[in-house]
T-cell receptor
Framework: AQKITQTQPGMFVQEKEAVTLDCTYD???????LFWYKQPSSGEMIFLIY??????QNATEGRYSLNFQKARKSANLVISASQLGDSAMYFC???????????????FGSGTRLQVQP | DTGVSQNPRHKITKRGQNVTFRCDPI?????LYWYRQTLGQGPEFLTY????????KSRLLSDRFSAERPKGSFSTLEIQRTEQGDSAMYLC?????????????FGEGSWLTVV
């Protein structure tokens, strides 16, 4: 079974500062993927960044970077230069990669609500 | 708009009635997923399809829930004899099997309120 833990129910950050959202995971699978999604109040889940378990480098996408520490089973999201529009719920998720049928469905954490203050 | 499309976006229904949600995935995506999300929680997996085949169902998917993807394109999620506990947002997502770019894309969700 897979499990995602997000221990920060809410976070505040000042505009233009960096913020780290924590995510730890548990799985017995050797091959898996880690995702971060943003969910604004409108409800849509917006894909931010992906990290494969065998990727040697940490993933980056613009202002988003994923601090992947495999031995510690953590996949923290770092948002640099926060903007007011970054205020939203952020979900960490993972899926296993099965050789025969490809990616299994995502398992999500409980989320972190980020509020960016001017 | 070539993203995942869901409708209706909002549905209010009386307890005991049946409701159906539709999802149109990104056109070349052969995988389609349904999730349920209640307030303050992360999405919970319900079921997924690869083409028209339903490959996995969560135990959350009681016998009042049924999902179909008859031609491997759009999908419907039907809830029969709705209960107040069914009030949630129902999210649809799609991807390629060997997800190029390793991305699963979500729609905007369908909010259900059972009164």
């Amino acid at each position: 079974a897979q499990k995602i833990t997000q221990t920060q129910p809410g976070m505040f950050v000042q505009e233009k500062e960096a913020v780290t959202l924590d995510c730890t995971y548990d799985t017995s699978d050797q091959s898996y993927g880690l995702f971060w999604y943003k969910q604004p109040s409108s409800g849509e889940m917006i894909f931010l960044i992906y990290q494969g378990s065998y990727d040697e480098q940490n993933a980056t996408e613009g202002r988003y970077s994923l601090n992947f520490q495999k031995a510690r089973k953590s996949a923290n999201l770092v948002i640099s230069a926060s903007q007011l529009g970054d205020s939203a719920m952020y979900f960490c998720a993972m899926s296993s990669l099965r050789g025969d049928t490809g990616r299994r469905a995502l398992t999500f954490g409980s989320g972190t609500r980020l509020q960016v203050q001017p | 708009d070539t993203g995942v499309s869901q409708n209706p976006r909002h549905k209010i229904t009386k307890r005991g009635q049946n409701v159906t949600f539709r999802c149109d995935p990104i056109s070349e995506h052969n995988r389609l997923y349904w999730y349920r999300q209640t307030l303050g929680q992360g999405p919970e997996f319900l079921t997924y399809f690869q083409n028209e085949a339903q490959l996995e169902k969560s135990r959350l998917l009681s016998d009042r829930f049924s999902a179909e993807r008859p031609k491997g394109s759009f999908s419907t999620l039907e809830i029969q004899r709705t209960e107040q506990g069914d009030s949630a947002m129902y999210l649809c997502a799609s991807s390629l099997t060997r997800a190029s770019g390793n991305t699963i894309y979500f729609g905007e969700g369908s909010w259900l309120t059972v009164v």
